[in-house]
């Protein structure tokens, strides 16, 4: 079944997903975020974490980027067409270190000691 849903999910394979990607990069570029950048810390805290392992320099492009965003929706406008062209709204940043802290996550439960976000001090 999981097969089944990963093709059916897949760009490549599914025109439908194709046409929703598409899409969505066409949204994504008239703001100038990447996917990566729709991530909350606030709604998991793996991204959170995630977050606060990137080096400083890509944490402060991707708070660039959302504050861009947040201007240019506020005035209604979208970014020069020269610089939606530039765009690499796939360019992913967070998925890797994200699945390392889901992958230690995952480890720290499977040996039994609570998760980071639930320990207290005593």
């Known amino acids: 079944m999981s097969s089944f849903l990963q093709s059916f999910l897949d760009p490549k394979k599914n025109w439908l997903a194709a046409m929703h990607m598409k899409s969505l990069t066409k ?11 729709l991530y909350d810390p606030y709604y998991d805290l793996d991204i959170k974490e995630a977050l606060n ?13 959302l504050k861009r965003a947040i201007d240019l929706s506020m005035k209604h406008e979208y970014l020069p067409e020269n610089l939606q062209q530039v765009q690499t709204p796939f360019r992913s940043y967070l998925q890797d270190m994200l699945a390392l802290v889901k992958k230690e996550n995952a480890e720290r439960e499977a040996l039994g ?3 980071l976000y639930q320990r207290t001090l005593p």
């Open 27 to 37: 949204r994504l570029r008239k703001y100038g975020l990447r996917y990566d950048d």
């Open 113 to 115: 000691a609570l998760p």
């Open 53 to 65: 392992r990137l080096p400083r320099e890509i944490v402060d492009a991707r708070t660039q980027r």
